[in-house]
């Protein structure tokens, strides 16, 4: 199993341009999470699907961010516009009520908005 | 204030010493989840824990419903354990993993 897959590591743009992140699920977990890591505000989820469906997305911080899931192995998180304070590193993280340790994170997305 | 809290915000220790994370939560809550997130960046799920105690190698967590508190506790510390240990209270638990509620970590560093 290849664990929860992001893409891509590391993302260096300019301020204004959309920026997508991309994630891949461990096949099988039906819920999936997007959370923000800041050194201000520590992790933060933005949202979370279960079974391809968002459940809360309260945690988005505004309209500029949306998350799509088109099916069960594949999501992602768009930023349009971008802004420097959107500077963070984004982590996708999947589950299953049957999994004994809880989430299964992804290696997170660094993104860095000049 | 913080709905979780987590104590101490930092840690040093000497290998080989017994090490307790403290994490203190203000909200109703139906389990708590312990992260340990490596100098690199990862971040790996340890436990995830309702109620008593769950043990996994060097490692034992311990939830008190009760008293709104867990602990992490590590035996045998190693400089390899040098991370830092975040916990996070779910709202809600079940086949909708509900929102969840992060403390800001503590930092451990095992010296050798």
């Known amino acids: 199993d290849a664990g929860v897959i992001q893409s891509p590591r590391h993302e260096v743009t300019e301020m204004g341009q959309e920026v997508t992140l991309r994630c891949k699920p461990i096949s099988g977990h039906n819920s999936l999470f997007w959370y923000r890591q800041t050194m201000m505000r520590g992790l933060e989820l933005l949202i979370y699907?279960?079974?391809?469906?968002?459940?809360?997305d309260s945690g988005m911080p505004e309209d500029r961010f949306s998350a799509k899931m088109p099916n069960a192995s594949f999501s992602t998180l768009k930023i349009q516009p971008s802004e420097p304070r959107d500077s963070a590193v984004y982590f996708c993280?999947?589950?299953?009520?049957?999994?004994?340790?809880?989430?299964?994170f992804g290696s997170g997305t660094r993104l860095t908005v000049v | 204030k913080n709905e979780v809290e987590q104590s101490p915000q930092n840690l040093t220790a000497q290998e080989g010493e017994f090490i307790t994370i403290n994490c203190s939560y203000s909200?109703?809550?139906?389990?708590l989840h312990w992260l340990q997130q490596h100098p690199g960046g990862g971040i790996v799920s340890l436990f995830m824990?309702?109620?008593g105690k769950k043990k996994h190698g060097r490692l034992i967590a311990t939830i008190n419903i009760q008293e709104k508190h867990s602990s992490l506790h590590i035996t045998a510390s190693h400089p390899r354990d040098s991370a830092v240990y975040i916990c996070?209270?779910?709202?809600?638990?079940?086949?909708?993993?509900?929102?969840?509620?992060f403390g800001k970590g503590t930092k451990l560093s095992v010296k050798p």
């Open positions: 699907f279960n079974n391809n469906v968002p459940i809360d």
């Open positions: 996070a209270a779910f709202l809600n638990y079940g086949g909708s993993q509900g929102n969840l509620i």
């Open positions: 824990l309702s109620s």
């Open positions: 909200v109703g809550i139906s389990a």
């Open positions: 993280a999947s589950s299953s009520p049957r999994q004994p340790y809880g989430y299964t």
